[in-house]
């Protein structure tokens, strides 16, 4: 009996970093056989040389700049394989990732997907203590949840931690690109359990980089809340076209992530205020305000900081003072509590003396504490 081919498809736009990380887990699979199709989305850096490197051990795809969703449409149209991986280039895949998924979805004939936590790793791809979705990736028949909640029926994970039946994805690629040049693993995710079930591999099977320059992250919780909309209507198309009867509305939980943009959104407006566009601020959150930015064109420099990625809490007010004043000589022109963060206010007591004693204190309420570094207390 012929086994299952299964195409990893690596996207790539300026990871030249990365890539041969991701290649190389991806050529490595315990799992055989595999195609490594590696989609260059236009890169400018030394990606394209990369990928020349690896000859025939590799499918290139070069095109010109698109977007996630047109690198995503591009790989699989020259896949044949019958499970299918998208990997983000700054991403890792385990060595065992593929073998698990192949034998999950051959077992399972009524799968359509196989999803798994991912382990979070830092810009040298040292382990960080950290599980992206562990402990709330569904599995089973999600569709009544998908219906009666639309987009957040079910919790999925990013790009790299997610494996594909080949008939589903026929069904639903190639997918719209203008409006998913980022985040297209959402229009994958929203749709699944229309087509089939979804089952879960409790221990991670891939590394999730975070470096200062993911995509997302660059976005502000405005064009989030927009785009939200926007893939609310395209599953509202995608249900008629199916003949699904759907509600006139979905429902949202009370702590769904349709209220929370908006909060968000409230937030940025109430920021803005005081904040000019171009003025990058340093933000006190303990990571909590999740991946996009408040305010456009002013970016938020997590506290404390280490190549742009949240580091944790300081040990000290000592700590605290000192990483302040060098983001403060790096430009920052103001810094800002949020709520999640507000014990800083107690516990950094002498950090707190220190910056009313030198800035003026511009707003402070129930949700935000904020210091202009530009004028003195």
Request: one cysteine or more.
């Amino acid at each position: 009996m012929q086994k299952t081919l299964a195409s990893i498809i690596i996207t790539n736009y300026n990871y030249g970093t990365f890539l041969s990380e991701a290649i190389e887990s991806a050529l490595n699979q315990s799992y055989q056989p595999t195609e490594v199709i590696v989609v260059d989305d236009g890169s400018t850096d030394n990606s394209q040389q990369i990928i020349a490197s690896y000859g025939e051990k590799i499918v290139p795809v070069l095109k010109d700049n698109g977007g996630q969703a047109s690198a995503f449409n591009a790989g699989f149209a020259i896949s044949c394989g019958e499970v299918i991986c998208f990997l983000d280039s700054d991403d890792v895949l385990l060595l065992s990732g593929i073998e698990r998924a192949v034998k999950i979805l051959r077992d399972d004939p009524d799968a359509v997907k196989v999803h798994w936590p991912l382990r979070v790793i830092d810009v040298n791809s040292n382990l960080l203590e950290k599980l992206d979705c562990e402990g709330i990736l569904p599995e089973g028949n999600l569709y009544n949840e998908q219906l009666k909640y639309g987009l957040e029926g079910h919790t999925f994970p990013p790009t790299s931690g997610n494996v594909w039946l080949r008939s589903y994805l026929e069904k639903i690629l190639p997918m719209p690109e203008t409006n998913y040049r980022l985040n297209a693993e959402s229009y994958l995710g929203f749709l699944a359990p229309f087509s089939g079930s979804i089952r879960r591999i409790n221990e991670y099977q891939s590394l999730y980089r975070i470096h200062g320059h993911n995509g997302t992250n660059k976005r502000t919780y405005r064009w989030r809340l927009s785009h939200y909309y926007y893939e609310e209507k395209v599953l509202r198309e995608y249900l008629h076209k199916q003949g699904i009867k759907v509600k006139d509305a979905f429902e949202y939980r009370e702590d769904s992530c349709h209220k929370y943009l908006q909060r968000m959104v409230e937030l940025g407006k109430e920021l803005g205020s005081l904040i000019a566009q171009g003025q990058n601020y340093i933000l006190v959150d303990m990571d909590e305000l999740g991946h996009h930015q408040l305010l456009e064109n002013c970016k938020a420099i997590p506290f404390l900081e280490k190549e742009g990625v949240y580091w944790g809490p300081p040990s000290e007010d000592t700590i605290a003072i000192k990483e302040f004043e060098r983001l403060h000589r790096e430009g920052a022109s103001f810094i800002v509590f949020a709520w999640p963060a507000f014990w800083w206010l107690d516990y950094y007591a002498e950090f707190v003396r220190y910056l009313h004693a030198r800035f003026r204190c511009l707003l402070e309420n129930e949700r935000l504490v904020v210091f202009d570094l530009h004028t003195l207390g």
